[in-house]
């Protein structure tokens, strides 16, 4: 299914859906005047519940720009985002770092650990912020899904890059966010280690049912994910649903990514 | 290599500021010790050279020791026969006789005009020194004329009446006059009267303190002093104005001699503390800058280009440090210049000798550059291979070696402390600075040991009871145990410092109660108001006037003299054997030596006379001022309520003392009377005297107390600048490490940490680190006043107390020193962008 971004008419009242998260018309202006570049152009998509979604996009297509908004991390030009039901050009800096918390979880590309902290803590770290008990049945299920049961009381620096990569997976999961977000989760391990995040993420969307939304530029790992969205030059240019990495690969190179 | 960096430096402005104001504080207090020392001797001399016209020569008693406290208390007087001698001397064109003692006036509503330090002094009018500027000299028995400054201040002028108290009887007198304040008395309030009338009030009937000449036109003061010399009686001296002048000028001199040395100490300790975080910093620097270095090696930097490349910065952070130091030296002398005009001591420009600027400079720049002496030795140990990726990793000796040396600098320390206050070393003082500088480098290098479960330890409760915050700044706190080690150790010098004066004083304080306590049998004791200067005694009219009241059983009065041993000065008390030890209890060896004492005899200390090899029945030439004599010792004989190691009888000091004024009065009371009625008895007396307070045993013991809480005041306060650049440098460390975690604050803030957390995150570190800084400091602290009370057991501080109670509160305030050394620092890493800071390098 190919839908075109421009066909879908403006958002006057937004009804109850059941997308974890949408950005509506979102732009984002960086600089000003004759230098500002469009970050994303006017953007609309949809992240279902219970779906694994990758963006994909050349370099400076907007693909970061997108999931840090959807994410809370940084704020639109125009337009909105949407959490559940939840507003969140509306809510205060407070309100976001509460959201972040609470809502979303976070796989970056490296650094995704606290050094001072060990795996275990660095799993729970969410719900310690947030002065909640964590669920520990859940957490014991997320760290056996990682197979991290022997590296709980390692710090960050005496684990592998791999194994960072399933500790930050896990924190992303330990508090039952509605929605995940994964900065090129894979970006910095070796192919291995990188099939093992995969593999856990989709066992966490079809197992635990949540909803992951991944930015990579490695078709390899996009073709891990229900849907592939296509951006280029901030918009949603194409959409495709269980491909395979070499389909997602052509479409790329046809992208000029 | 030059270029590079300085444009580093000038990339980092606000790094450089905060890193060259911990040694800018320091060098502050020196440049401003150094500025106010050198305005005030100059003033000095201003004085000095002003304010002796009209004087050539003046005539005096001999004496053969300096008087320490430079009052004429005990100088011996000029007999009023002496005046006529002189008169017919040829060349004199004027004689008269001066007297001068305690005179304070009262202001309009009857209180006390008492300035802050300087004396009140009443005298006979100096018919060439001083100038009238309204109304005329004091002419009557009834007339005073005053000061102008006393004058404005007080509302006073020509007519109004006027009630001014002496050791004796106050009076009241008509204004004549008001005259301009000369400046040689540097604040004092000045009544003066005819001459009569102060030999009277001033209890001198009969003499004079000195007699002034002034020389007939085309005599010199040399030749005018050798002829009026030539007909002085034996015992009596001419000295020409411009050696008296010398001489008083000497003694203020070497007064402000001391002084200055003394706030060069606490100048020195800041500076020191200064150098803990420019060791600090730079260490941090070279630290964070390791890829660079390893790059700059890479491409061909040798090792001396890279110890050139810290040690610029260093010299520049120095010279900036004593740019903003003298500027800061500049801004405190003025303040206390103009702290004390305004109470009523006018003062010169401020006076900025070149020296000042060059010993600012070099403390600067020298201790900025030999703190920054190790970071660069390690700044060259990095390998070429860190700039593309490799590690860096310290050898694995430098724990050992670390233990090795902080062991033996620690030891080394001790041991010199230990010699300088046990006396096994001919500069004890320099002895115990020394080593007190080793203990707290030798402390601060083995803390770096222990610092991380020191940090765990005291992190753990904060983190129990407040949460995630406060776990992840005691997670800090310990993750480089180094950083956090120097960081605390600059805090440790002053809080350490603070603590020692604490127990010192809180020793000294307990040590005097129990000795009172103990010792203390009169049920009253009779003291003067004031305890410096003039006015320092009680008139013995007081004693005989309470013997004559109703109520009151015994009277025992205490005098104290000085007289010199071989020239050196001494103390002695004179008390009555008989009364004495009714109000001090004594032991019974010495009541047996007090029931020997004769009038012609001395007891001596056991610790004098083992000094100087003396047994009972010996003779020694005691000087004093009216002459020397040869005294008996009749006993051994030590007091724990005096300091002094020589008692005479009364009737000794009335025969050798021209000056007869009492220095303590205890009162019993008679058989069947309450102390309240007695203390109305005593009161009624006291009427009289006004600059005489009564005390009972606890408020006797009180005012014992109260030097030594001034005291320890003043050294806290003085130390406090010490502590200030002590939360300089905590800063310093937070907002440097700060910098370096500037990805993980991002990741933190992305899941969800909020800004109040992040704040206080770094807060909690802050307050560990000060907590740290505190308990290392008290632990040096106690053991310094440990080691200093056992010292002084020998001046009777025999008790060691610990104000457990008041070491907490430290503890409690370098908390608190934490949380506001945190605020910047906190604030800044609060305001991170999340995505920029995710993205940082």
Same mark, same amino acid.
């Given at each position: 299914?190919?839908?075109?971004?421009? *066909?879908?008419?403006p958002?006057?009242?937004v009804?109850?859906?059941?997308?974890?998260?949408?950005?509506?018309?979102?732009?984002?202006?960086?600089?000003?005047?004759?230098?500002?570049v469009?970050?994303?152009?006017?953007?609309?998509?949809?992240?279902?519940?219970?779906? +694994? *979604?990758?963006?994909?996009?050349?370099?400076?297509?907007?693909k970061?720009t997108?999931?840090?908004?959807?994410?809370g991390?940084?704020?639109? *030009?125009?337009?909105?985002?949407?959490?559940?039901?939840?507003?969140l050009?509306?809510?205060?800096?407070?309100?976001?770092?509460r959201?972040?918390?609470?809502?979303?979880?976070?796989v970056?590309?490296? +650094?995704?650990?606290?050094p001072?902290l060990?795996?275990?803590?660095?799993?729970t770290?969410?719900?310690?912020?947030?002065?909640?008990k964590?669920?520990?049945?859940?957490?014991?299920?997320?760290?056996?899904?990682?197979?991290?049961?022997d590296?709980?009381?390692?710090?960050?620096?005496?684990?592998?890059?791999?194994?960072?990569?399933?500790?930050?997976?896990?924190r992303?999961?330990?508090?039952?966010p509605?929605?995940?977000?994964?900065?090129?989760p894979?970006?910095?391990?070796?192919?291995?280690?990188?099939?093992?995040?995969?593999?856990?993420?989709?066992?966490?969307v079809?197992?635990?049912?949540?909803?992951?939304?991944?930015?990579t530029?490695?078709?390899?790992?996009?073709?891990?994910?229900d849907?592939?969205? +296509?951006?280029?030059?901030?918009?949603?240019?194409?959409?495709?649903?269980?491909?395979?990495?070499?389909?997602?690969?052509?479409?790329m190179k046809?992208?000029?990514? | 290599?030059?270029?590079?960096?300085?444009?580093?430096?000038?990339?980092?402005r606000?790094?450089?500021?905060?890193?060259?104001?911990?040694?800018?504080?320091?060098?502050?207090?020196?440049?401003?010790?150094?500025?106010?020392?050198?305005?005030?001797?100059?003033?000095?001399?201003?004085?000095?050279?002003?304010? %002796? $016209?009209?004087?050539?020569v003046?005539?005096?008693?001999?004496?053969?020791?300096?008087?320490?406290?430079?009052?004429?208390?005990?100088? %011996?007087?000029?007999?009023?026969?002496?005046?006529?001698?002189?008169?017919?001397?040829?060349?004199?064109?004027?004689?008269?006789?001066?007297?001068?003692?305690?005179?304070?006036?009262?202001?309009?509503?009857?209180?006390?005009?008492?300035?802050?330090?300087?004396?009140?002094?009443?005298?006979?009018?100096?018919?060439?020194?001083?100038?009238?500027?309204?109304?005329?000299?004091?002419?009557?028995?009834?007339?005073?004329?005053?000061?102008?400054?006393?004058a404005?201040?007080?509302?006073?002028?020509?007519?109004?009446?006027? &009630?001014?108290?002496?050791?004796?009887?106050?009076?009241?007198?008509?204004?004549?006059?008001?005259?301009?304040?000369?400046?040689?008395?540097?604040?004092? &309030?000045?009544a003066t009267?005819?001459?009569?009338?102060?030999?009277?009030?001033?209890?001198?009937?009969?003499?004079?303190?000195?007699?002034?000449?002034?020389a007939?036109?085309g005599?010199?003061?040399? /030749?005018?002093?050798?002829?009026?010399?030539?007909?002085?009686?034996?015992?009596?001296?001419?000295?020409?104005?411009?050696?008296?002048?010398?001489?008083? #000028?000497?003694?203020?001199?070497?007064?402000?001699?001391?002084?200055?040395?003394a706030l060069?100490?606490?100048?020195?300790?800041?500076?020191?503390?200064?150098?803990?975080?420019?060791?600090?910093?730079?260490?941090?620097?070279?630290?964070q800058?390791?890829?660079?270095?390893g790059?700059?090696?890479?491409v061909?930097?040798?090792?001396?280009?890279?110890?050139?490349s810290?040690l610029?910065?260093?010299?520049?952070?120095?010279?900036?440090?004593?740019?903003?130091?003298?500027?800061?030296?500049?801004?405190?002398?003025?303040?206390?210049?103009?702290l004390?005009?305004?109470?009523?001591?006018s003062?010169?420009?401020?006076?900025?000798?070149?020296?000042?600027?060059?010993?600012?400079?070099?403390a600067? =720049?020298?201790?900025?550059?030999?703190?920054?002496?190790?970071?660069?030795?390690?700044?060259?140990?990095?390998?070429?291979? =860190?700039?593309?990726?490799?590690?860096?990793?310290?050898r694995?000796?430098?724990?050992?070696?670390?233990?090795?040396?902080?062991?033996?600098?620690?030891?080394?320390?001790?041991?010199?402390?230990?010699?300088?206050?046990?006396?096994?070393?001919?500069?004890?003082? =320099?002895?115990?600075?020394v080593?007190?500088?080793?203990?707290?480098?030798?402390?601060?290098?083995?803390?770096?040991?222990?610092?991380?479960?020191?940090?765990?330890?005291?992190?753990?409760?904060?983190?129990?009871?407040?949460?995630?915050?406060?776990?992840?700044?005691?997670?800090? $706190?310990m993750?480089?145990?180094?950083? &956090?080690?120097?960081?605390?150790?600059?805090?440790?010098?002053?809080?350490g410092?603070?603590?020692?004066?604490?127990?010192?004083?809180?020793?000294?304080?307990?040590s005097?109660?129990?000795?009172?306590?103990?010792?203390?049998?009169?049920?009253?004791?009779?003291e003067?108001?004031?305890?410096? @200067?003039?006015?320092?005694?009680?008139?013995p009219?007081?004693? $005989?006037?309470?013997?004559?009241?109703?109520?009151?059983?015994?009277?025992?009065?205490?005098?104290? @003299?000085?007289?010199?041993?071989?020239?050196?000065?001494?103390?002695?008390?004179?008390?009555?054997?008989?009364?004495?030890?009714?109000?001090? %209890?004594?032991?019974?060896?010495?009541?047996? %030596? !007090?029931?020997?004492?004769?009038?012609?005899?001395?007891?001596?200390?056991?610790?004098?006379?083992?000094?100087?090899?003396?047994?009972?029945?010996?003779?020694?030439?005691?000087?004093?001022?009216?002459?020397?004599?040869?005294?008996?010792?009749?006993?051994?004989?030590?007091?724990?309520?005096?300091?002094?190691?020589? &008692?005479?009888? !009364?009737?000794?000091?009335?025969?050798?003392?021209?000056?007869?004024?009492?220095?303590?009065?205890?009162?019993?009371?008679?058989?069947?009377?309450?102390?309240?009625?007695?203390?109305?008895?005593?009161?009624?007396?006291?009427?009289d005297?006004p600059?005489?307070?009564?005390?009972?045993?606890?408020q006797?013991?009180?005012?014992?107390? #109260?030097?030594?809480?001034?005291?320890?005041?003043?050294?806290?306060a003085?130390?406090?600048?010490?502590?200030?650049?002590?939360?300089?440098?905590?800063?310093?460390?937070?907002?440097?490490?700060?910098?370096?975690?500037?990805r993980?604050?991002?990741?933190?803030?992305?899941? @969800?940490?909020?800004?109040?957390?992040?704040?206080?995150?770094?807060?909690?570190?802050?307050?560990?680190?000060?907590?740290i800084?505190?308990?290392?400091?008290?632990?040096?602290?106690?053991?310094?006043?440990?080691?200093l009370?056992?010292?002084?057991?020998?001046?009777?501080?025999?008790?060691?107390?610990?104000?457990?109670?008041?070491?907490?509160?430290?503890?409690?305030?370098?908390?608190?020193?934490?949380?506001?050394?945190?605020?910047?620092?906190?604030?800044?890493?609060?305001?991170?962008?999340i995505?920029?800071?995710?993205a940082? /390098?």
């Open positions: 299914m190919t839908v075109d971004a421009s *066909t879908f008419p958002y006057l009242h009804p109850p859906s059941r997308a974890a998260a949408r950005a509506i018309d979102a732009v984002k202006l960086y600089g000003a005047g004759d230098t500002a469009h970050a994303l152009d006017g953007l609309t998509v949809e992240f279902e519940r219970g779906t +694994f *979604t990758a963006i994909m996009g050349p370099s400076g297509s907007g970061s997108l999931l840090h908004c959807l994410a991390l940084d704020t639109l *030009t125009s337009g909105n985002i949407f959490l559940g039901d939840e507003d050009g509306a809510l205060s800096e407070k309100e976001l770092t959201v972040r918390r609470d809502r979303v979880g976070f970056f590309q490296a +650094f995704n650990l606290i001072t060990t795996a275990a803590e660095n799993v770290l969410p719900m310690s912020l947030a002065g909640t964590p669920d520990a049945e859940w957490v014991d299920r997320v760290i056996d899904a990682v197979n991290l049961r590296r709980l009381s390692h710090r960050p620096n005496e684990l592998s890059g791999g194994q960072q990569q399933r500790t930050a997976a896990a992303a999961l330990a508090s039952r509605e929605i995940i977000f994964a900065d090129e894979t970006g910095n391990l070796d192919s291995k280690s990188g099939l093992e995040i995969l593999e856990f993420m989709r066992r966490a079809k197992e635990f049912g949540r909803t992951i939304v991944m930015v530029h490695d078709a390899g790992a996009a073709s891990h994910a849907r592939v969205v +296509f951006l280029a030059d901030g918009k949603i240019v194409d959409e495709m649903l269980d491909v395979s990495a070499t389909e997602i690969f052509d479409r046809r992208l000029g990514g | 290599m030059w270029h590079a960096t300085l444009k580093g430096l000038l990339a980092h606000w790094r450089l500021l905060r890193t060259a104001s911990a040694v800018a504080l320091g060098v502050g207090f020196l440049a401003g010790t150094l500025i106010f020392t050198d305005t005030m001797g100059k003033k000095i001399d201003d004085i000095f050279t002003t304010s %002796s $016209s009209g004087i050539d003046q005539v005096r008693a001999k004496t053969e020791f300096t008087d320490l406290t430079g009052t004429a208390a005990n100088a %011996s007087p000029v007999p009023e026969s002496v005046l006529p001698l002189v008169e017919r001397v040829e060349g004199v064109d004027r004689a008269w006789g001066s007297v001068w003692g305690y005179a304070q006036m009262l202001d309009k509503n009857g209180k006390p005009i008492q300035p802050p330090g300087p004396p009140t002094l009443g005298g006979s009018w100096e018919p060439s020194t001083i100038r009238i500027t309204t109304g005329r000299p004091p002419r009557w028995q009834n007339e005073t004329a005053i000061d102008d400054a006393t404005r201040k007080y509302g006073f002028s020509v007519g109004d009446r006027i &009630t001014v108290l002496f050791q004796g009887p106050s009076a009241t007198f008509l204004i004549s006059g008001i005259f301009e304040m000369p400046d040689s008395y540097m604040g004092a &309030t000045i009267f005819s001459l009569e009338t102060a030999q009277r009030v001033l209890n001198r009937q009969g003499s004079f303190d000195a007699i002034a000449v002034r007939d036109p005599i010199s003061e040399t /030749e005018l002093a050798r002829r009026v010399a030539a007909v002085l009686p034996l015992g009596f001296e001419a000295v020409s104005q411009t050696s008296a002048t010398s001489e008083a #000028k000497q003694a203020l001199d070497e007064t402000m001699g001391i002084f200055r040395t060069l100490v606490f100048a020195l300790v800041a500076l020191f503390v200064g150098a803990f975080i420019i060791f600090n910093t730079f260490s941090i620097l070279v630290a800058r390791t890829r660079e270095l790059l700059l090696r890479a061909g930097a040798s090792r001396a280009q890279i110890t050139a810290v610029i910065e260093a010299v520049v952070v120095g010279l900036i440090a004593s740019a903003i130091g003298i500027v800061v030296g500049l801004l405190l002398a003025y303040g206390i210049v103009a004390l005009s305004s109470t009523g001591l003062t010169s420009s401020l006076r900025f000798a070149p020296r000042t600027a060059a010993a600012a400079a070099l600067g =720049v020298l201790v900025t550059v030999v703190s920054a002496l190790m970071p660069a030795r390690r700044a060259t140990q990095v390998p070429p291979i =860190v700039a593309i990726g490799g590690t860096f990793v310290e694995a000796g430098s724990i050992r070696r670390r233990v090795v040396l902080g062991s033996a600098v620690t030891a080394a320390g001790v041991a010199a402390l230990l010699a300088g206050l046990f006396g096994a070393v001919g500069r004890p003082l =320099v002895a115990v600075g080593g007190a500088l080793c203990v707290f480098l030798g402390v601060a290098m083995l803390s770096a040991l222990i610092a991380r479960p020191l940090a765990a330890l005291v992190g753990a409760p904060f983190s129990r009871a407040f949460g995630q915050a406060a776990y992840l700044g005691r997670q800090n $706190s993750r480089n145990p180094r950083r &956090t080690a120097s960081t605390a150790a600059a805090l440790m010098i002053g809080v410092l603070v603590g020692f004066v604490t127990i010192t004083a809180a020793s000294i304080k307990e005097v109660r129990k000795s009172i306590d103990e010792t203390m049998a009169a049920d009253f004791m009779l003067p108001q004031s305890v410096s @200067g003039y006015g320092t005694g009680v008139n009219e007081l004693a $005989s006037r309470l013997r004559a009241t109703p109520g009151i059983g015994l009277v025992s009065q205490v005098r104290v @003299g000085q007289w010199g041993l071989d020239g050196e000065l001494q103390v002695l008390t004179a008390l009555d054997p008989l009364t004495f030890s009714k109000i001090v %209890s004594l032991e019974p060896r010495w009541r047996d %030596s !007090l029931a020997r004492l004769s009038d012609e005899g001395v007891l001596v200390s056991p610790t004098a006379a083992e000094e100087h090899g003396w047994k009972v029945g010996d003779q020694i030439q005691m000087q004093f001022p009216s002459g020397t004599q040869s005294m008996r010792i009749d006993g051994l004989f030590e007091w724990e309520g005096s300091s002094a190691s020589y &008692t005479i009888t !009364l009737p000794a000091y009335e025969r050798i003392y021209p000056q007869q004024t009492d220095t303590m009065v205890g009162v019993l009371p008679e058989a069947g009377w309450t102390p309240a009625e007695v203390r109305g008895q005593i009161g009624r007396v006291l009427a005297f600059t005489v307070k009564l005390e009972d045993k606890q006797f013991t009180a005012a014992r107390m #109260k030097h030594v809480d001034t005291l320890l005041a003043f050294i806290t003085l130390l406090f600048l010490s502590i200030v650049i002590a939360l300089l440098g905590i800063a310093n460390t937070l907002a440097l490490s700060i910098f370096e975690r500037t993980e604050l991002g990741l933190l803030r992305a899941v @969800g940490m909020s800004r109040a957390q992040l704040r206080s995150m770094v807060r909690w570190e802050a307050i560990i680190i000060g907590v800084g505190a308990l290392l400091g008290l632990a040096v602290g106690v053991f310094f006043g440990w080691v009370v056992r010292a002084m057991r020998d001046q009777g501080v025999t008790e060691f107390a610990f104000p457990a109670g008041r070491l907490a509160l430290y503890v409690l305030l370098a908390a608190v020193a934490g949380v506001i050394a945190s605020v910047l620092p906190a604030r800044r890493a609060a305001k991170l962008n995505l920029e800071a995710i940082f /390098e």
